[in-house]
C-alpha cells in the first residue's frame, strides 16, 4: 500500500491491487476505513482516514475530480471512480524498472493483465511507424504530429484526447507486441533494448560467440568489435550515444550483430522467453539504428544546406525578402528547401536575427524594402550595402542634377542649391529618395550605426570607400557620393554656349529669350484670332460647320484629329534633335497659317471645300523647296489640310 496518506496515491495503489481504473467507491470507502484502523496504532499519519472516512473523501475527491486525475462515473455512494492515467503510470513505472525484467519480452497487455480502452492506445507496426518519433514535433500526447488522432466517445475516452499516448508496437514475423508510453520512444525504447542485449551476451558465453562469428565480417576492425562488446556488456546506454553521434561503426555493427542474433535464434527448436525478449531487442535497435542513421543524414544535409544559405546571404544585392530565401539554391541548382523544412527554415531567421556568434549585434538584421518588404541582410554586409547602393545611385544622381541645373540656366534662373553647401545636401537627399529609395531607408535605419561603431570597435579594417560616419555623425549626402557642388555646375556651363557663362551676354540673351517668347505667344493666339474676321457670305458657325465636315472626310472613323496630326507629324518630321524638329513644325505650321489667312482674305465670298485646302497645301509644298525636300510628302500635304481644319474649328464665335 501507498507510504503516503494523500488520497491519490491510495487510489492508485488500490487499483494497481485490483487490476483495473475502475475503483467502486462504496468498496474503497469500506477498504480505507477497515485498512486505516489497522495502521492508525503503528502509524499515526492514518489516523485522518479512521473516523468520518466518508466526509474526508469526498473533501479530497473534489480536488482530484477538479485537477482531472479522477472521473466520477455516478455520483453518490454506489458510484465508481474512473483513474485515465492508471494505465500511463502502470507503464510508466514498469520501463523504470527495466533492470527487473531484461530476461522477458517487452511488456504487452497479456504481461500486464491489463486491456486498454482504444482511445488511450495507438497501434505501429514497429518497421514502419517508428520514423516520425525521429523528426518533426509531437502533440500534447507524445505522438508525432502526423501521427496524431483524438477519439473516445465515452467518458474515459474524452478525457484520454489529452493524455499522455500509449503506443503499442506489432513485431514483425509474428514475435508479439510492446506497450510503451508515447514520451518513452525512442530514448526509454532503446534503453530498454539494450538491456535486453547485454543479458543475451552474458549468457551462454554469447559476448565470444560473437566475436568469433562476426570477426570475418568486420576484418581489420577487431579491436573496435572487441570494443563496442565490452561496451555493451559493461556500460550498454552509452552504445546509445554512440548511433546518435553519428558513428559509422556503430551503425555498421549493429546491422551485422541484429542479423546474426536474428539468424540463431530462428535456429532454435524452442523459443524461450530470453530468447524472445532478445529477438524483440534486435529488431527495436536494427530499426532505430537505421532511423537514426537517416536522421544524422538527413541533419549533415540539413547543416550544408544552411552554409549554402549564409553564403548566398553574402552575395549581392546582400538583401533578401522571404520569399526570395526560399527560393534559393545550392551550387548544383538544387533548391534549399527541399533540404530543409520551411518550419526549419523559419526557426533558423528567427534565431539569426536575435541571436549573435560575437554576443554583439544580431547576425541577421531586418531592414525595411520597398513597398513595406521586409529584408534579411547580414549584419557584416549591411555596410558593403550602402557602399554598392551609394555607388550605383551616384552617376544617376549627377545626371539628373546636371540636367536640372542645364535647363534652369537655359531659362537664366537659379537656386540656393547651386550657391550653399547645406541647400546642396538637401537636394542630393531629396534625389535619393526618389532614385533609390532602398538607400534613404538604409541611411536613416539606427542599425546601420549600431553595425558601424562595432566593426570600429572590433578593429576591424573599414575601406575608405565605407566611412560614412565621423564623430558619430552621418556624413553630408556630398561626401558620401564624393561630388562637388562647383564642380557640377561648371561641368553644366560647359554644355551650353559660352555666353551662358559671361553675365553680359547671358543677360542680352535673356532679354531676346523673352522677347522671342512673347513673340510665340502673340503667334498662338494667332490660331484663335486668325478668323475673326467675318465673311459676307457667312458667319463663324457656318465656317465651322464647313471644318467638321471636312473632318469627318479626311480623319479616320475612332481616331481624333489631335491623335492624327500626332501620327501624320512624326510621319515627316524625322530629325532626330527634338529641338530642331521642333523648330520645323513650328515653320510649317506658320507658312500653312499664313497660306490660310491670305486665301480668306482674297476670297470672302468663296466657301472651302476639302478640295480647295488640298490644293492650298500642294501649292505651298510646290513654291516652298525646303518643303520639297521633305520625305513622305503624301503624309506632309494631309497634315497641311488637317491642320487647316483645326484652325477653321478654332473659329471663334
Not at 531659362?411 to 529618395?433: G, H, V
Request: charge should be neutral; include cysteine.
Amino acid at each position: 500500500m501507498a507510504q503516503t496518506t494523500d488520497l491519490y496515491p491510495i487510489l492508485k495503489a488500490y487499483a494497481n491491487k485490483k487490476k483495473s481504473p475502475y475503483i467502486s467507491i462504496e468498496e474503497f470507502l469500506s477498504f480505507l476505513e477497515s485498512y486505516s484502523a489497522r495502521q492508525a496504532p503503528e502509524h499515526p499519519e492514518w489516523r485522518k482516514w479512521a473516523g468520518e472516512t466518508g466526509v474526508k473523501f469526498w473533501g479530497e475527491m473534489s480536488g482530484l475530480v477538479e485537477s482531472e486525475k479522477c472521473i466520477l462515473m455516478a455520483e453518490g455512494p454506489d458510484g465508481r471512480i474512473y483513474m485515465p492515467y492508471y494505465y500511463m503510470e502502470l507503464l510508466t513505472e514498469t520501463y523504470h524498472s527495466i533492470d527487473d525484467s531484461t530476461d522477458i519480452p517487452f511488456p504487452d497487455e497479456e504481461s500486464l493483465r491489463i486491456t486498454i480502452p482504444e482511445s488511450q492506445i495507438k497501434i505501429l507496426h514497429l518497421e514502419t511507424g517508428l520514423e516520425p518519433f525521429f523528426s518533426g514535433p509531437r502533440d500534447e500526447t507524445g505522438i508525432p504530429v502526423s501521427l496524431s488522432t483524438h477519439g473516445g466517445k465515452n467518458g474515459e475516452g474524452a478525457h484520454a484526447s489529452s493524455l499522455p499516448a500509449i503506443v503499442k508496437l506489432i513485431f514483425p514475423e509474428g514475435l508479439g507486441s510492446a506497450l510503451i508510453p508515447a514520451p518513452m520512444i525512442p530514448k526509454r525504447l532503446m534503453e530498454s533494448a539494450l538491456l535486453k542485449i547485454r543479458r543475451y551476451l552474458r549468457v551462454h558465453s554469447n559476448q565470444e560467440y560473437a566475436l568469433h562469428k562476426l570477426s570475418p565480417s568486420l576484418q581489420g576492425r577487431e579491436k573496435q568489435l572487441r570494443e563496442i562488446l565490452d561496451e555493451i556488456s559493461i556500460r550498454p546506454l552509452d552504445c546509445l550515444t554512440d548511433m546518435q553521434s553519428h558513428s559509422e561503426f556503430a551503425w555498421l555493427f549493429w546491422g551485422h550483430f541484429c542479423a546474426l542474433v536474428k539468424s540463431d535464434i530462428k535456429k532454435k527448436r524452442e523459443i524461450l522467453a530470453e530468447d524472445l525478449a532478445a529477438v524483440q531487442a534486435v529488431f527495436v535497435i536494427e530499426t532505430c539504428c537505421i532511423l537514426y542513421k537517416a536522421r544524422a543524414v538527413k541533419q549533415r544535409e540539413r547543416e550544408i544546406a544552411f552554409r549554402s544559405l549564409e553564403l548566398r546571404m553574402e552575395k549581392p544585392p546582400y538583401h533578401y525578402t522571404l520569399d526570395e530565401i526560399c527560393k534559393f539554391t545550392n551550387d548544383k541548382g538544387v533548391s534549399l528547401i527541399g533540404m530543409y523544412t520551411p518550419e526549419e527554415l523559419d526557426g533558423y531567421i528567427k534565431k539569426q536575427i536575435v541571436e549573435s556568434k560575437t554576443g554583439g549585434i544580431p547576425d541577421w538584421l531586418i531592414l525595411q524594402g520597398k513597398k513595406g518588404e521586409r529584408w534579411y541582410i547580414k549584419k557584416e554586409k549591411m555596410l558593403p550595402l550602402c557602399t554598392k547602393l551609394i555607388a550605383d545611385t551616384r552617376p544617376f544622381i549627377k545626371n539628373e542634377i546636371s540636367k536640372r541645373w542645364t535647363r534652369l540656366i537655359k531659362a537664366f534662373r537659379a537656386e540656393a542649391a547651386m550657391d550653399k553647401d547645406a541647400d546642396f545636401d538637401k537636394l542630393l537627399t531629396s534625389y535619393t529618395a526618389v532614385l533609390c529609395p532602398a538607400l534613404t531607408a538604409l541611411l536613416a535605419d539606427t542599425k546601420l550605426q549600431y553595425v558601424y561603431e562595432e566593426m570600429e570597435q572590433t578593429k576591424k579594417i573599414i575601406p575608405p570607400s565605407s566611412r560614412i560616419y565621423k564623430s558619430g555623425l552621418l556624413l553630408p549626402m556630398s561626401a558620401l557620393y564624393a561630388v562637388r557642388r562647383k564642380e557640377l555646375l561648371a561641368d553644366a556651363r560647359l554644355m551650353l554656349p559660352f555666353w551662358y557663362s559671361v553675365p553680359i551676354l547671358a543677360s542680352i540673351a535673356a532679354f531676346f529669350k523673352r522677347l522671342g517668347k512673347k513673340r510665340r505667344k502673340k503667334e498662338q493666339a494667332g490660331e484663335d484670332l486668325l478668323l475673326e474676321e467675318e465673311t459676307e457670305d457667312g458667319g463663324p458657325e457656318d465656317i465651322q460647320n464647313i471644318a467638321r465636315s471636312i473632318a469627318g472626310e479626311l480623319v479616320p472613323p475612332g481616331q481624333k484629329l489631335d491623335d492624327y496630326l500626332a501620327s501624320l507629324e512624326n510621319r515627316w518630321s524625322r530629325l532626330l534633335n527634338k529641338q530642331n524638329r521642333q523648330n520645323l513644325v513650328e515653320d510649317v505650321n506658320s507658312l500653312v497659317r499664313d497660306k490660310l489667312r491670305h486665301t480668306m482674305r482674297i476670297q470672302k465670298n468663296k466657301k472651302l471645300s476639302s478640295q480647295d485646302l488640298n490644293e492650298m497645301a500642294a501649292e505651298l509644298a510646290a513654291r516652298t523647296p525646303a518643303l520639297r525636300s521633305l520625305g513622305e510628302q503624301d503624309s506632309l500635304l494631309l497634315y497641311m489640310e488637317l491642320y487647316m481644319v483645326k484652325l477653321l474649328l478654332a473659329f471663334r464665335l
